[in-house]
């Protein structure tokens, strides 16, 4: 996800630490886990990509239709 605008990427960013702190917080966390955060982060930034799902109906074949 390309951040067009700053205040689009500050949100995401503040999203995540909040979101990342919470988690902490609930698991009883007695300091905070830098690199959860900063994983946390680059994840709100640049979302893994989905899953393959397989293929679509149009990409099947009788060599593949299984």
């Known amino acids: 996800m390309a ?3 700053e205040g689009e ?5 503040a999203t995540a630490i ?3 702190l919470e988690r902490q917080a609930r698991d009883g966390a007695q300091r ?3 690199d959860a955060l900063a994983e946390a982060i680059d994840i ?6 989905p899953a393959n799902e397989g293929r ?3 990409e ?3 060599t593949n239709d299984d």
């Open 3 to 5: 951040m067009d605008d």
């Open 9 to 13: 990427r500050r949100q995401a960013i």
């Open 18 to 20: 909040a979101g990342e």
């Open 32 to 34: 905070i886990d830098i």
């Open 44 to 49: 709100a930034l640049e979302p893994p990509a």
């Open 56 to 58: 679509h109906p149009d």
């Open 60 to 62: 099947l074949n009788a």
